[in-house]
Nanobody, 122 residues
Framework: QVHLVESGGGSVQAGGSLRLSCAAS????????LGWFRQAPGKEREAVAA???????TYYVDSVKGRFTVSQDRTKTLTLQMNSLKPEDTAMYYC????????????????WGQGTQVTVSS
């Protein structure tokens, strides 16, 4: 059984930092994409950052470039370091995995976590 469990969300003031983590288990494939998505109320779920694991490259949506960093640690835990947070970063954040494909595209992802809430106040 596949489990993706996010942690690290919370409430911070603008300019603050949070670090999200995602632990995955039971995956039936070697994931080519490890991604972070977010969804704010009334908005579409969007890709925030992702790792193309087979080639070692990363993707960031323009709005978070220079502020967020996606990585995978030695234990294979996926992390998202979020600095200089803004109120518009407020959303539910999800981690997800895909076997292969364009890691910035939601439809390639097959497994999703339950999400962790990030709230940034001004």
């Amino acid at each position: 059984q596949v489990h993706l469990v996010e942690s690290g969300g919370g409430s911070v003031q603008a300019g603050g930092s949070l670090r999200l983590s995602c632990a995955a288990s039971g995956l039936p494939y070697n994931a080519g994409c490890l991604g972070w998505f977010r969804q704010a109320p009334g908005k579409e779920r969007e890709a925030v950052a992702a790792i193309y694991t087979f080639v070692g490259s990363t993707y960031y949506v323009d709005s978070v470039k220079g502020r967020f960093t996606v990585s995978q640690d030695r234990t294979k835990t996926l992390t998202l370091q979020m600095n200089s947070l803004k109120p518009e970063d407020t959303a539910m954040y999800y981690c997800a995995t895909a076997r292969y494909g364009d890691c910035s595209v939601r439809s390639v992802y097959s497994y999703w976590g339950q999400g962790t809430q990030v709230t940034v106040s001004s």
